[in-house]
């Protein structure tokens, strides 16, 4: 076992697990990412569902010991650090208040970064896609400028995920970003003249072929997963017949996890720098009924060869630029948790703590196969 991590893996973070004034005004008093969890019921057979949780429990990130014992946990299986979303709805924030209280207590003494999930809120988690909740809206320069104010402090913060020195940020849509090369030039200006060494910024949900250079980024992170409701060649009749059952069934898109893991993989890049962003697992159900994707039958030896694949793609980069992105911490409500639940335990990070500090051969810098 290697004393070194082999990638510096950085966890996405989801702060729906505490209430707020908006969601109990949309959903009822009390609303978190556990209503949907708990209340998750199988739609088929072999369906797992309800996930619940083991060694956190429901907790609430209202409170500083259930994230400290989130950073514990992270921090003992090889994950680096925390990347919360953010939410900026032009100068309105959403769920900050954890975040918030991590940067204002010092408070775990934890490496951290942040992704703006810039996307329109709807109502899909209630099955109603069409409503709008909160418009993802963008104002011009002068939003521009308060929202780097705002998320200034974070990028100073000595915990704070740097490459190079730059601080890591980034986008979940950036195809969405009007004028993305002017807002990232601005955003740069302003993060020199505040003293930083300038920005690393990323841009995430896009695939292989999008160029992060053409748009002002540094690089791109890449999620690789499979379309719902996939339209099937009648010459593949048994896969299609079987969508068109779980259609008229009205049963989510299932897959097989294990049938799909090549096109879960993550791909080499050569044009520009991307980051790999993996799953371990997926299952949006408790969200979003039969409109969902469900993988099934996801295990943690499968993950294991798309986590290596992953490792492997950064192996040979410089230690700085050596990122994998793992999917997620806690999206519970997505079945996309490597917080332990009451099925696999501490599988999933077993399985990455081995991965992560499994040691390199001499010769080429590649990872050793069991």
């Known amino acids: 076992m290697n004393s070194r991590p082999n990638a510096r893996l950085l966890a996405l973070y989801l702060p ?22 708990a209340k998750a019921k199988p739609m088929f057979s072999g369906h797992y569902q309800p996930h619940v949780p083991a060694d956190l429990g429901f907790y609430d990130l209202r409170l500083s010991e259930a994230r400290e014992e989130q950073a514990k ?83 100073c913060d000595s915990r704070y995920v740097r490459v190079n020195g730059k601080p890591f940020f980034a986008i979940y849509r950036p195809m969405n970003l009007p004028e993305s090369r002017r807002v990232t030039d601005l955003w740069r200006e302003m993060a020199l003249q505040a003293g930083l060494p300038g920005l690393h910024l990323v841009g995430m949900g896009v695939d292989e072929s999008w160029n992060p250079a053409l748009h002002g980024f540094d690089a791109a992170s890449t999620c690789r997963m499979p379309i719902r409701r996939p339209w099937v060649s009648r010459r593949r009749f048994g896969e299609w017949a079987r969508r068109k059952y779980q259609e ?13 893991l090549d096109t879960l993989l993550p791909v080499r890049v050569e044009s520009h720098d991307n980051y790999p962003c993996i799953v371990h697992a997926w299952d949006n159900s408790p969200r979003s009924g039969k409109n969902a994707l469900v993988l099934h039958e996801s295990s943690p030896e499968l993950y ?46 077993e399985v990455i703590r081995q991965e992560v500090f499994r040691a390199p051969t001499s010769g080429g810098g590649k990872v050793l196969h069991e």
């Open 248 to 260: 008229r069934a009205g049963l989510p898109t299932i897959y097989s996890y294990a049938e799909v």
């Open 73 to 155: 946990l992270a921090q003992a299986y090889g994950i680096e650090g925390f990347c919360y979303y953010h939410y900026w709805f032009g100068g309105k924030q959403l769920l900050e208040r954890p975040f918030q209280e991590v940067l204002r207590s010092g408070r775990p003494d934890f490496p951290f970064c942040l992704c703006w999930a810039n996307e329109t809120w709807t109502g899909i988690w209630h099955g109603a896609p069409n409503r709008v909740l909160v418009e993802q809206t963008y104002p011009g320069d002068d939003d521009h400028r308060a929202h780097f104010q705002t998320v200034l402090p974070a990028f």
């Open 304 to 349: 294991r060869g798309i986590l290596r694949k992953a490792i492997e793609l950064r192996i040979d980069r410089p230690p700085e630029e050596n990122i994998v992105l793992v999917k997620s911490w806690n999206e519970w409500a997505e079945g996309n948790h490597l917080e332990p639940d009451l099925k696999f335990g501490h599988a999933y990070l």
């Open 16 to 37: 729906q697990f505490h209430p707020i004034a908006e969601n109990d005004q949309w959903w009822g008093k009390g609303f978190t990412e556990w209503t949907n969890t």
